[in-house]
């Protein structure tokens, strides 16, 4: 039995604003069916006693020691720029920003 019909892909598609030929819905029809029957097969599988888990690894918010190293000097962090102004770097106006 389909999971899911030619007419409910139609109806995603233009959920999705995409503009799908009569061969793609038949072709993803069929492809969304075959991974909702994977799907259901899945959800078939029992997990009594199994703890439900986000992420199997252990590590959490793993960083690098905050260490000072020595960085580029505000003229030389300048100098390969191709357009700079008081120091800064230039670079064109967007949205609409005034001056």
Not at 12 to 28: C, H, I, K, W
Not at 47 to 61: F, I, S
Request: aromatic share 4%.
């Amino acid at each position: 039995m389909s999971q899911i019909s030619r007419d409910e892909v139609a109806h995603l598609a233009r959920l999705a604003r995409l503009a799908l030929t009569d061969s793609e819905l038949d072709s993803f029809a069929g492809q969304l069916d075959a991974i909702l029957g994977h799907v259901g097969q899945i959800q078939t599988v029992d997990v009594t006693g199994v703890e439900a888990t986000g992420n199997p690894l252990k590590d959490v918010n793993v960083f690098r020691p905050d260490v000072e190293a020595p960085s580029l000097t505000q003229e030389q962090a300048l100098a390969a720029a191709p357009n700079t102004d008081e120091g800064r770097f230039a670079v064109p106006r967007i949205l609409g920003e005034a001056e």
